[in-house]
């Protein structure tokens, strides 16, 4: 039995899903035509209060679309210095838009509304970029699954808007934050001007990303893919398999994140483990007591056991529970960590 814990992106889909796909009405969606695509959109739209929506093949195209709708070359962008868009997309923000990053050390991923306001540069100083976007992330991949505090994020919208800044929300993993916070997903639309959702992290699709906005962003968006070569055919068979996950593995994400804490609790008592980071979600990022447990001995162990996990660098270990983790292997990884 392999117990694959690198990412929640493993998962494949379920017996459900798959029907859902194979039953799809489809079409070409480049002609808008794929009523099954149109279905995901507008339900998506829906669900977060935004008008209007456009599907993607990835989170990086959903993410890199957004900033390239919102920019102009030799402007700047806000984020965190965990930002997924800054350190895992590839240097798409400069390659695609010609756009910089000005960093923030927040917590966990997370910045203030002070830190966004003390870094935007002074519109009239020529010489330092034009600062026009602030994007976060929700939950925080790199800052271990936290969530934000939705009134935090209100605050930076009222810089923002104080400011002329566009706001992005990176929300690849925002159906872990709701799973905990029951929040309407509806109070997203009144905040951010684009927020992009990932099927296939939490909800067990194997592709696909949805970006959202108003109808005049989404109008760009549509020429931005095209550019971006983003634009499918019959995605519809895709497409039903984020209908399904909307409609069956939302309230189940609990249970990622019940076997996430039973984890942490677990790696806490143990001396070979130098600290575990909070868990909000279904992300457990911790550090070894490299003076009980090397981490080369660690990994040795684990994989003989047919576990895997990877490495954040800095000596951080990251794993992630998903859909296919499942009570056996759930049982079976805690007896394993107990006897170490
Ligand atoms: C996974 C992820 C994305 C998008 O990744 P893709 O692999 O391109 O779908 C974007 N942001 C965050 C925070 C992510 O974890």
Redesign the pocket.
């Known amino acids: 039995m392999e117990i694959n814990l690198i990412s929640d992106?493993v998962t494949t889909p379920t017996k459900g899903m798959l029907e859902a796909m194979m039953s799809a009405k489809v079409g070409d969606d480049v002609f808008k035509e794929d009523a099954t695509v149109n279905a995901l959109e507008e339900k998506t739209a829906a669900l977060f209060g935004m008008e209007a929506a456009l599907f993607f093949p990835?989170?990086?195209?959903?993410?890199q679309t957004a900033i390239k709708v919102h920019t102009q070359p030799g402007e700047q962008l806000i984020c965190d210095h965990y930002?997924?868009?800054f350190n895992?997309?590839g240097g798409g923000v400069s390659f695609n838009s010609g756009v910089s990053c000005k960093l923030i050390e927040g917590h966990r991923g997370m910045i203030t509304a002070q830190q966004v306001k003390a870094a935007i540069n002074p519109p009239d100083f020529y010489h330092s970029p034009m600062t026009t976007l602030v994007s976060l992330?929700n939950?925080?991949?790199k800052g271990g699954g936290a969530i934000w505090d939705f009134e935090e994020m209100k605050a930076i919208k009222e810089v923002c808007t104080a400011n002329g800044l566009k706001f992005h929300l990176?929300g690849?993993?925002i159906w872990n934050a709701l799973a905990v916070t029951g929040e309407d997903p509806k109070i997203y639309g009144t905040l951010f001007d684009s927020l992009?959702v990932?099927f296939?992290?939490g909800l067990g699709c194997p592709v696909g990303?949805v970006l959202l906005g108003s109808k005049d962003f989404i109008a760009k968006a549509l020429r931005v893919r095209k550019v971006f070569g983003g634009g499918m055919r019959q995605a519809g068979f895709l497409a039903a398999a984020g209908i399904y996950a909307l409609d069956h593995h939302r309230e189940r994400l609990k249970e990622d994140h019940r076997k996430a804490k039973e984890i942490e609790a677990i790696l806490s008592e143990k001396a070979f483990i130098f600290s575990v980071s909070p868990v909000d979600t279904n992300i457990i990022i911790f550090e070894l007591n490299e003076s009980v447990l090397d981490t080369n001995a660690f990994m040795d162990k684990m994989n003989k056991n047919n576990i895997r996990l990877i490495s954040m660098g800095s000596g951080k270990l990251r794993l992630v529970t998903h859909l296919n983790y499942t009570d056996e292997m759930h049982s079976h990884l805690l007896s394993i960590l107990n006897r170490f």
Do not use: L, P, V
Request: glycine letters at 4%; aromatic letters at 4%.
């Open positions: 992106t990835s989170g990086t195209m959903a993410n930002a997924h868009i895992y997309e992330e939950t925080t991949n990176d690849a993993r992009s990932c296939s992290k990303s």
